[in-house]
């Protein structure tokens, strides 16, 4: 349990102490001079192919994603220009244009420039699956959150008979890869009725087990004290939960939180199995059907991604450490 | 002893009780787990066993018979499955090693920055993470396009010749690979910076002072206090890209031919498009079975000597 928290805060810490250890390579090994000169040259060389490569993936793993802002706002007939371009020309054009004061021209830029936005909101139902997804994503998470809270209350501080047998039958279904359950979980859901509704989606994502793995982990390390003494003082278990737990619980409540949005909002598989009516999908299962219309509209493609991806990229850069806590919390150390 | 609801049983008091007892008493304990655990058993545990025994079955219109291993015949016995397979196992035999790889490389490289450039980095490599698998396959299949994208430009302007990236089957499972190496592995970074601030400063100083060089801390101190994290992505990348299925399904559909149908790709077809469920499952199940070996070889052969505090 120790273990949770240097991990936490880590990277304050630890890379300061780095720092002051980098920069004196070799110290005891005095007298050889030239050596310590020419280690201090080869670290300088090596630091520079580090940046280099840094820089350079951070490049790779951005472009694509910088690829597909642009062309979205690319006009009809830049999409197809070779060589492409860099800076779509909306970009190039209407700062001079808004700077000099042309205002009916750069009005006109603009809506050529975003002409296959307007196509996607008038002639698709995206705000449906925007709406759709929002709703799936919204009421997993807040089920999620408020489900693997009780459960893992009553798993990481009441003692019960069969306490460690439920709590490891559920966790050894972790590994498990979701497709084994594919067919089995599309007659459930079929024979249910629930076909073509948004809890065939939002029910499955509600009986995920990871929360209440990482929940617990983080309650154990709440003292048991509290929970005696509020017992002691005669709160009941409602209280105890609500009023002491979930409050204590915060941090990796917002981490489970967030790790479910982001998962519901992106998962693909299944929805596009269980929706099969248009006003019905989910932004990931509409971008689909998008493209099986629209093979080869890659403006009006990449808009319709674009749309997709921003909410998680918001989400993402909102709330980072988040990210950082949840995958250490729950990756390592059981 | 009926005043005594405390949360946690005084020692010895437990043992007088009988289990019934004992049940009842710590019956709120069990009505905080019902919800979820009914939910568990509905849509997990149930469907896992389910899956079993559907494998041993064929769905016809009216019927549903029972047909022992026959499904399973039928999957070793067909072309689809060994090109599938193959399919798969290059996929992750490419890209585990690879991601796995590139992770410790960039992790090695931002940990020693200052906390501003660590940051701008891990959000750079985790930015392509949070955004859907659709959203980037379709990003990828436009980068890959011949005529007009990205990627062809960049080879003409090196001098090369263009690829039929997608269109061709020799190079279209390399192309959805190639497009897996190059997304940077978010998480992996991140686990590993976390795993490297968590390693005691002390035993860089005690190495310091016996003068071993920035490389040999790393090799020496660094690489094998990681190795925990290492084997856990190593199960985690092997179990996910044994899974492999959005790009092939936004970027391909599985050809040129079946040259990039993998076996989560196949599954899919069999049970949505031929609606035949029993050779789905037994499919899945065989999924199952690779994904466990490999998982179990994984874990005997990389923590033989992990230390556990």
Redo the contacts between chains.
């Keep these: 349990m120790a273990s949770v928290r240097p991990s936490a805060n880590d990277s304050t810490t630890s890379t300061t102490a780095t720092r002051a250890a980098g920069p004196r390579p070799g110290t005891p090994a005095a007298g050889a001079s030239w050596q310590l000169a020419l280690g201090r040259v080869g670290l300088g060389v090596g630091r520079g192919i580090g940046w280099v490569v840094l820089v350079g993936w951070a490049i790779v793993s951005l472009v694509p994603l910088y690829w597909m802002v642009t062309t979205s706002f690319m006009l009809p007939e830049e999409v197809w220009q070779v060589p492409p371009a860099f800076v779509p020309t909306v970009g190039k054009e209407l700062p001079a244009l808004l700077l000099s004061g042309r205002w009916t021209e750069a009005a006109e830029l603009w809506a050529k420039a975003t002409e296959s936005y307007v196509f996607l909101f008038q002639s698709t139902p995206i705000w449906r699956w925007f709406l759709n997804s929002t709703i799936v994503s919204g009421v997993a998470t807040l089920g999620v959150l408020l489900l693997d809270s009780m459960a893992a209350y009553a798993f990481a501080k009441r003692r019960f008979p069969g306490r460690e047998l439920l709590f490891w039958i559920m966790i050894s279904t972790l590994m498990i890869p979701g497709q084994v359950t594919l067919v089995p979980m599309f007659m459930i859901v079929r024979d249910a009725g629930l076909m073509n509704t948004l809890w065939a989606v939002i029910l499955p994502d509600l009986s995920m087990v990871f929360g209440v793995f990482l929940l617990r982990q983080f309650m154990r390390t709440i003292p048991t004290e509290l929970v005696e003494a509020a017992t002691i003082d005669g709160a009941s278990e409602l209280v105890i939960y609500s009023r002491i737990m979930v409050p204590l619980a915060k941090p990796g409540l917002a981490t489970l939180g967030i790790l479910t949005f982001m998962s519901t909002w992106n998962s693909f598989l299944w929805p596009l199995i269980a929706l099969q009516r248009s006003e019905l999908f989910t932004l990931t299962v509409g971008l689909k059907t998008l493209q099986d219309k629209n093979l080869v509209q890659y403006g009006l493609l990449m808009s319709g991604a674009t749309v997709a991806a921003i909410p998680m990229v918001i989400v993402f850069l909102m709330f980072q450490r988040y990210f950082v806590k949840g995958l250490t919390l729950g990756g390592l150390k059981g | 002893m009926s005043a005594g609801t405390?949360?946690?049983?005084r020692p010895g008091s437990t043992r007088r009780r009988t289990?019934w007892q004992?049940?009842w008493r710590?019956r709120?304990?069990?009505l905080?787990?019902a919800?979820?655990?009914a939910?568990?058993i509905?849509?997990?545990?149930?469907?896992?066993l389910?899956?079993f025994l559907?494998s041993l079955q064929e769905f016809r219109i009216f019927d549903t018979v029972w047909v022992g291993l026959d499904n399973f015949v039928q999957v070793f016995t067909s072309d689809l499955f060994w090109i599938a397979l193959r399919n798969t196992v290059q996929y992750a035999a490419v890209t585990v090693p690879a991601n796995v790889l590139?992770a410790l490389?960039?992790a090695s490289?931002?940990?020693?920055?200052?906390?501003g450039a660590?940051?701008f980095?891990?959000?750079?490599?985790?930015?392509?993470t949070?955004?859907?698998?659709?959203?980037?396959a379709?990003?990828?299949r436009?980068?890959f396009?011949y005529?007009?994208g990205?990627f062809n430009?960049i080879l003409q302007?090196v001098g090369l010749e263009r690829v039929n990236w997608l269109g061709s089957s020799a190079f279209a499972m390399w192309s959805i690979i190639l497009m897996q190496v190059?997304?940077?592995p978010g998480?992996g970074v991140?686990?590993y910076?976390?795993?490297?601030?968590?390693?005691p400063?002390t035993l860089?100083?005690a190495a310091?002072?016996?003068?071993a060089?920035?490389y040999a801390r790393w090799r020496h101190i660094t690489l094998p206090l990681l190795k925990?994290?290492t084997l856990?992505l190593v199960v985690l990348a092997t179990?996910g890209s044994?899974?492999v299925?959005?790009p092939v399904?936004?970027m391909t559909q599985g050809g040129p031919g079946y040259s990039t149908t993998t076996l989560?790709h196949m599954?899919?077809n069999t049970?949505?498009l031929d609606f035949n469920?029993g050779l789905?499952?037994a499919l899945?199940?065989v999924?199952?079975a690779i994904?466990?070996v490999f998982?179990i070889f994984q874990f005997r052969w990389l923590s033989s000597d992990i230390e556990y505090s």
């Design positions: 405390g949360v946690v049983p289990l004992e049940i710590q709120t304990a069990y905080f787990i919800p979820k655990y939910l568990f509905l849509f997990v545990a149930l469907p896992v389910w899956a559907i590139i490389v960039l490289l931002i940990f020693p920055l200052r906390s660590q940051t980095f891990r959000a750079a490599y985790y930015l392509p949070v955004a859907a698998s659709v959203v980037i379709m990003v990828w436009w980068i396009n005529s007009y990205l430009h302007l190059l997304t940077p998480t991140l686990l910076l976390a795993a490297m601030g968590s390693i400063q860089y100083e310091i002072l016996d003068g060089s920035p925990p994290t856990y179990i044994f899974q299925f959005t399904l936004i989560v599954i899919f049970a949505f469920f789905a499952a899945s199940v999924l199952f994904i466990m998982a």
